[in-house]
């Protein structure tokens, strides 16, 4: 049976990946992911935090783009690529953890609001409803401020304001599925809550969570620039206090656009590429969305 079940998920991820390489801007953002990925786990195997010491920087102060600096330096002689390729670190990491602590958060809530129709489920959606009200930047900026700066607390901070959306939509997706008959069938076999949300729903909804996540992902990386160029950082080098650090040293009136543009297309282009993928995952998962592809 185990054997079965195999062939059957490996014969499911080859169609998957079929339908996937149809859609070319997917796949290009995920070539751009995977380098951006690549390049952030082996940084450590070429420079250390120490380029990000305002010590470190041995050329001159806002120097522009150079054989010896390839993006120019910032105010205090740093090398803008190496603090670049350092600053990924900082910028991924909270992206891909607040979205995961987002999708969490989201998916228990929104598959309990769903398959719970009682009081339990209302008072979901009214904290739900709340939550969706509130201006999230704005609450994450106030939680983060709170907290106080560090990473953990930032990834907190985007994590618990960012899962309304994710909630009302997993919602959705359960009243769609517990409305099918094979779930009739199996509350008449005597299968309780525990047995119908892990061995029906969830994997029902899986797909368009996966999707979701990708979207998160790069809503998160650009709440956390955000924040950090408001000032609330979580005192590692980012893309986003290396914005913040531009505007604090005037680079724009000083003409130095290398130390303004190059993070600012770093997040472009990572945020981007989340948002091809997410939508490729999301024309090769959904059936209608698929259909209408192929006509």
Not at 175 to 201: K, Q
Request: hydrophobic fraction near 55%; include cysteine.
């Amino acid at each position: 049976m185990s054997t079965v079940a195999w062939v059957r998920r490996k014969r499911a991820a080859g169609r998957f990946w079929t339908d996937f390489r149809n859609q070319r801007a997917g796949v290009a953002g995920l070539v751009i992911l995977a380098a951006a990925v690549v390049l952030a786990l082996i940084a450590p195997l070429f420079i250390d935090a120490g380029v990000t010491n305002v010590v470190s920087g041995t050329g001159a102060k806002l120097a522009p783009p150079s054989p010896a600096d390839p993006l120019g330096t910032d105010e205090s002689g740093r090398s803008v690529l190496l603090m670049i390729w350092w600053g990924s670190r900082t910028s991924l990491l909270i992206g891909f953890l607040a979205a995961l602590l987002s999708m969490v958060i989201g998916t228990v809530l929104g598959i309990a609001a769903g398959h719970f129709r009682g009081w339990v489920g209302a008072v979901i959606l009214r904290i739900t409803d709340w939550f969706l009200v509130l201006p999230s930047l704005v609450t994450a900026l106030v939680l983060a401020a709170i907290l106080g700066g560090s990473t953990a607390t930032i990834i907190v901070a985007i994590g618990v304001t960012s899962w309304p959306s994710t909630a009302r939509l997993i919602r959705a997706q359960t009243l769609a599925v517990e409305a099918r008959p094979y779930i009739e069938r199996s509350l008449a076999l005597g299968a309780g809550h525990w047995h119908i949300t892990t061995r029906h729903v969830l994997p029902n909804v899986a797909p368009l969570l996966l999707a979701s996540t990708t979207l998160e992902v790069a809503s998160a990386i650009v709440t956390e620039s955000t924040l950090a160029f408001l000032g609330v950082s979580a005192n590692k080098t980012s893309w986003g206090t290396m914005l913040r650090g531009s505007y604090d040293w005037g680079a724009a009136t000083a003409g130095a656009w290398w130390y303004i543009l190059v993070p600012g297309l770093c997040i472009v282009t990572v945020v981007m590429a989340f948002t091809l993928c997410g939508r490729a995952l999301e024309t090769v998962l959904n059936p209608r969305l698929r259909t209408r592809a192929h006509a």
